[in-house]
Nanobody, 121 residues
C-alpha cells in the first residue's frame, strides 16, 4: 500500500487545517488508519486512529476535542480535521495503515511520506 499525505501548511494559532491521506488500493478499506506526528527533536507520537469502517475513533489526549479523524473508503482517503491549532501542534504529520481493522498507539504497517504542519503564535 502506498500512501500520499497532503494538506499541511503554515497557519496561525487558533486556525484550522485538514490533512488528507490517500491510499493506492482499495484493500485500504479493510484496515484501520492512523495519524502520527513528529516534532523536531522528538519521537514520533500517536495523534488519532480510525477503524476500518469509521465506527471507532481514538485520539491522543493532546488533540482530543480539537482534531477529528474520518474516512471515505469509496475514495480510499482518510482525513484529519485539525481545529484550534496550537504552536505545540507543529510537526510532520504521517498517516499509516495498520495490519488490523482496529488501531491505536501501536505502529502501523505502512507509512506515508509526511506533511509539514507549522503553527505560528
Amino acid at each position: 500500500v502506498q500512501l500520499q499525505a497532503s494538506g499541511g501548511g503554515l497557519v496561525q494559532a487558533g486556525g484550522s487545517l485538514r490533512l488528507s491521506c490517500v491510499a493506492s488500493r482499495r484493500t485500504f478499506s479493510n484496515n484501520a488508519v492512523g495519524w502520527f506526528r513528529q516534532a523536531p527533536g522528538k519521537e514520533r507520537e500517536f495523534a488519532a486512529a480510525i477503524s476500518w469502517n469509521g465506527g471507532t475513533t481514538t485520539y491522543a489526549d493532546s488533540v482530543k476535542g480539537r482534531f477529528t479523524i474520518s474516512r471515505d473508503n469509496a475514495k480510499n482517503t482518510v482525513y484529519l480535521q485539525m481545529n484550534s491549532l496550537k504552536p505545540e501542534d507543529t510537526a510532520v504529520y504521517y498517516c499509516g495503515v495498520y495490519l488490523s481493522s482496529y488501531g491505536g498507539t501501536n505502529s502501523p504497517r505502512h507509512w506515508g511520506q509526511g506533511t509539514q504542519v507549522t503553527v505560528s503564535s
